[in-house]
């Protein structure tokens, strides 16, 4: 019964491929995010779903592209990988004026 | 924009001892929420603590404490009665209070590593 839940929860890949991970919470929320934590462990917010719609697109490169099926799922699919691309990514998810974020275990993604 | 800063990057205290991580921010909003989450070597985000900017009284939860000066924007966290089990990666995070027609993220510190000696 896991709350906000991810997968895959590791991911080797080569330079140039596509690779998507997977979000879903079982909370009820209605806001989801993408965080990414860099290698010197700095956590970023990249996007955010209310609804399946997107409130927040921080600059990240147009090869990442999240999608929101509906609002217990929030799914990011990066295009084209590169090497700056390994990190950590977090899922979190919120229900709407209650100021507290349920975060998944994360993902971690390695590109060689 | 909202910064948090973390003067810290590295903590380290004995075993039953006490420790107070550092945490200062800059905003010009008036209503928000601070947070101090903990991520172990398992990597899981875990909250520790959460503060109402509107709360005078400083949050408490068990052996962890915060020190919450709303006007120098200030939110330090003091662990008590230190134990192994609270070696991590400490993250002070800042967020606004979402309003109609907004939105609302958690803006992190870079984080201060505490390692507890036995």
């Known amino acids: 019964d896991t709350a906000v839940s991810q997968t895959p929860k590791y991911l080797v890949t080569q330079m140039g491929n596509d690779k998507s991970i997977k979000c879903e919470q079982n909370?009820?929320?209605?806001?989801m995010y993408w965080y990414k934590q860099d290698s010197k462990k700095f956590l970023k917010i990249m996007f955010s779903?209310?609804?399946?719609?997107?409130?927040i697109n921080e600059t990240v490169p147009n090869r990442f592209s999240p999608k929101s099926p509906d609002k217990a799922h929030l799914n990011l699919h990066i295009n084209s990988l590169e090497l700056g691309d390994s990190a950590v990514y977090f899922c979190?998810?919120?229900?709407?004026?209650?100021?507290?974020?349920?975060f998944g275990e994360g993902s971690r993604l390695t590109v060689l | 924009a909202q910064t948090v800063t973390q003067s810290q990057p590295e903590m380290s205290v004995q075993e039953a001892e006490t420790v107070t991580l550092s945490c200062t921010y800059d905003t010009s909003e008036n209503n928000y929420y601070l947070f101090w989450y903990k991520q172990p070597p398992s990597r899981q985000m875990i909250l520790v603590i959460r503060q109402e900017a509107y709360k005078q009284q400083n949050a408490t939860e068990n052996r962890f404490s915060v020190n919450f000066q709303k006007a120098a924007k200030s939110f330090s966290l003091k662990i008590s009665d230190s134990q192994l089990g609270d070696t991590a990666m400490y993250f002070c995070a800042f967020m606004k209070q979402r309003t109609q027609g907004g939105s609302e993220k958690l803006v992190f510190g870079k984080g201060t590593k505490l390692t507890v000696n036995p």
């Open positions: 779903y209310n609804n399946k719609e997107l409130i």
């Open positions: 979190a998810s919120t229900l709407m004026y209650t100021g507290e974020l349920f």
């Open positions: 909370l009820g929320h209605d806001t």
